[in-house]
């Protein structure tokens, strides 16, 4: 029995040993660890990249039209077959013949079609950026919500914490004095109710917190189910940015915002496309050149038996210009100008909607924040007054002069108050960050 007391004892010293070692070296992660390890590995963002790279591949291969055309070719055949000779006698005529060619072409003229296709792969490329930085930022703004709903909910804890330890200290306090007979025990029990509902409070909060880490886990694409972040004390909210207009930081982002350089570098590619398509109507001149050479080996045959053998060798060059005038294509050219100057209205649109989207989007922002500003005004004043409306209650509950419902009445606003700050404070907070993030100002917590 000992050994088997002495095995589970090592056993289990084991564990929290290896547990607490565990725990120990558990990463803490800062809000820019989180931000920049989102954007390294989102498959989205990955995939965009991977676009980023096909549209460089265009320019690549818009640059290589105006390189010669070259190929090369090979063939072998044999002949079989008889003839008549000069004597009247008809003799065999076998021969292997081996052809070799060189051709190269090179475009000299194409209404600048080449020119302008490498021109837009270039601005195709541009707007790839653009859209990818688009999903970076909206990847940014959402690791820094989850980040602070994190920490929302570890303020959360410590307030529905710190009412466990109230309500438990009243129930000390009023179990010593039941005891002695000085209060009655019906005090007891709604003491001890209420530290039963604290208690739930607390475990609530504590799987906010989980559910938060959880989602900030899954946005980072972790393997883990949970994620440990840096305890960052939110200062008051820094509220400088509303002193400027809601127009006046629409402003500034409609010249730095990503969508907006996508659509109007869309535009530009738009025109390329009216440009590409025009070329057809233009001549094209194209340079050939080519080089050939044929080996035939002739061998004839008297009775089956070779009676000559000769190698003949030709060898050819060749060279002219290629002149090519539309004249009609079943109006195949005059439709994809056509398509072209679509899309090109297509894009000014596209313009359009993004630059009223941006300024709805930063004017609902705005107005976000100067009402989370007020709700977290309303919300401090709230907190204090009823801060001091407990410390009038527990007072007065400590000498006998409240009983335990008007006490938990008073201490349960406190909670309801203090929560609300703290709320009211975190969406402030994001709401103040969205905002500087139109301004171009950086997604850090200050």
């Keep these: 029995m000992f050994k088997k007391t002495l095995f ?70 044999f ?86 330890d109230i309500s438990q200290n009243e129930v000390d306090r009023v179990s010593k004095m039941v005891d002695a007979g000085i209060t009655p025990k019906g005090d007891l029990l709604n003491i001890k109710s209420t530290l039963a509902t604290d208690e739930q409070n607390l475990i609530q909060a504590q799987n906010t917190l989980d559910i938060s880490s959880l989602r900030l886990a899954q946005l980072l694409q972790l393997q883990e189910a949970t994620i440990l972040v840096e305890n960052v004390a939110l200062e ?38 009216i440009r590409i398509s025009r070329a057809n109507y233009y001549p094209s001149l194209t340079l050939n050149y080519g080089l050939s050479t044929v080996y035939q080996h002739r061998q004839g045959f008297v009775d089956f038996y070779p009676y000559s053998d000769q190698l003949d060798n030709n060898l050819g060059h060749f060279i002219g ?69 407990f410390r009038y209650a527990q007072e007065r509950f400590e000498v006998g002069s409240f009983n335990s419902f008007d006490f938990n009445q008073a201490k349960n606003r406190l909670f309801t108050a203090q929560s609300q700050q703290i709320r009211a404070k975190y969406d402030y907070s994001f709401k103040l960050k969205v905002l500087e993030f139109y301004y171009g100002i950086p997604l850090v917590i200050k």
């Design 79 to 164: 002949n079989f077959g008889s003839s008549i000779d000069a004597t009247g006698s008809r003799v065999a005529a076998d021969f292997r013949s081996n052809n070799y060619s060189l051709n190269a072409s090179v475009v000299l003229f194409d209404g600048f079609a080449n020119i302008n296709t490498l021109n837009q792969s270039k601005i195709n490329l541009e707007v790839q950026n653009a859209n990818v930085e688009k999903m970076k930022n909206d990847i940014s703004l959402n690791v820094v919500n989850a980040y602070l709903q994190i920490l929302f909910a570890k303020e959360q804890i410590n307030i529905a914490q710190l009412q466990v």
């Design 236 to 273: 008051n909210p820094n509220a400088s940015v509303i002193n400027n207009s809601s127009t006046d930081i629409y402003s500034k982002a409609s010249t730095t915002f990503p969508e907006i350089k996508a659509a109007e570098l869309s535009i530009k590619s738009a025109d390329k496309s």
């Design 8 to 77: 589970f004892a090592l056993t289990l010293f084991c564990q929290v040993a290896v547990f607490s070692q565990a725990n120990s070296e558990t990463k803490i992660w800062t809000l820019q660890e989180c931000v920049d390890y989102a954007l390294k590995n989102n498959i989205s963002v990955k995939q965009s990249e991977l676009e980023k790279q096909s549209r460089t591949q265009d320019i690549v291969n818009a640059k290589g039209n105006f390189l010669p055309n070259v190929n090369a070719s090979a063939s072998q055949s």
């Design 321 to 389: 210009l290629t002149l090519n005038i539309p004249l009609f294509n079943r109006f195949q050219y005059s439709t994809a100008v056509a398509k072209s100057r679509i899309s090109m209205e297509q894009a000014q649109y596209s313009l359009e909607s993004e630059k009223i989207k941006l300024r709805e989007s930063i004017q609902i922002a705005y107005t976000d924040a100067k009402t989370a500003s007020k709700t977290y005004d309303a919300a401090l004043k709230a907190e204090e007054a009823n801060q001091e409306a």
